[in-house]
């Protein structure tokens, strides 16, 4: 059952009503966007909810017996508010959703909450986008845990690699960060740069992460850092165009295994897997006589 306000409960007994749908995105960086389904902007709460980027919700699925909520929507790239490049560069990834009615002619009277979740699968048209919601039960049916691993399970510099942002052997994830500046690039995948010193620590499989530029605020992995040429290769292409003068910060690599956490980083009591476990073969492995020799 929906809760509603007296008032909001007789606006939709007259069985005539004004009611529209607004939907509530807060974004990782923490950028609100408002949108609805009516034809002029409304501001409720605070937020203002554009017409311009209006949506049409459909397959609404939302039940009371504990299974997850869902629900599709349908909207405009409008290139302003919600944009192709934004979506491309998973800027609304694990975005927070809010879906609720108002009586657009009259907002004192409240909302009435369909649904709370988190974005999930984007599909791109020429002029369109959809997009899956998923309420908060959404996640109890996904199978959680960790597996047993050789290889360590978390991230270089992540708060259990590296608890409260040092490593074991005192070293700070912050004094191994550097910052360069792009010199020259072919667009997408590689670069020069000045502004970087190589200390001898591995940076193939790091993390860049852009300051400046179309980029901002997007990170993505290292293939290669030549020092002697002044040239990086990322892994993948960059999301968006990369400029002559685009900055970015830097963090060195770990391959994950336990001689490099030991030996380059000196962190191995933050070693994350099992790197005695024995494999399949030695599971696989039995007694076996051999005769003795005569």
């Known amino acids: 059952m929906k809760a ?55 397959n609404l699925s939302d039940k009371s017996n504990g299974d997850a909520s869902t629900m599709q929507l349908k909207g405009m790239i ?45 599909t791109l048209d020429e002029y369109e986008f959809a997009v899956d919601l998923y309420g908060l039960a959404y996640r109890l049916t996904q199978t959680g845990g960790e597996l047993l691993s050789r290889d360590c399970r978390v991230d270089f510099g992540s708060p259990r690699c590296a608890p ?22 072919d667009g997408y995948k590689t670069l020069t740069f000045t502004g970087l010193t190589d200390t001898g620590k591995p940076f193939a499989g790091g993390l860049l992460t852009w300051l400046t530029g179309n980029n ?17 290769a990322l892994y993948l292409k960059s999301f968006l165009p990369i400029q002559v003068g685009d900055t970015f910060k830097i963090q060195p690599a770990c391959d994950k295994s336990i001689s490099t956490c030991a030996n380059v980083w000196n962190n191995a009591v933050n070693f ?23």
């Not at 004004?18 to 409304?42: A, E, F, M, P, Y």
Request: with cysteine; glycine share 8%.
């Open 4 to 58: 509603a306000s007296a008032p909001m409960i007789a606006h939709i007994a007259q069985g005539q009503t004004t009611l529209s749908t607004c939907l509530k995105l807060t974004l990782i960086d923490g950028t609100i966007i408002g949108v609805t389904d009516h034809d002029q902007d409304l501001l409720f709460s605070a937020v203002t909810y554009l017409a311009q980027a209006g949506f049409s919700k459909l």
């Open 78 to 122: 409008d290139g302003i508010y919600i944009t192709a490049s934004d979506i491309r560069s998973r800027r609304f990834d694990y975005a927070a959703v809010e879906v609720f009615m108002v009586n657009w002619s009259d907002l004192t009277q409240g909302r009435i909450l369909l649904m709370t979740g988190k974005l999930g699968v984007f």
């Open 164 to 185: 409260s942002g040092v490593l074991d052997g005192g070293t700070t994830i912050d004094s191994l960060m550097q910052s360069g500046t792009v010199a020259t690039t």
């Open 216 to 232: 901002a605020n997007l990170s993505i992995e290292v293939a290669t850092i030549d020092f002697g040429t002044s040239t990086i």
């Open 272 to 294: 994350q897997a099992e790197p005695n476990v024995p494999g399949d073969d030695a599971l696989l492995n039995y007694p076996d006589y051999h005769a003795a020799h005569s």
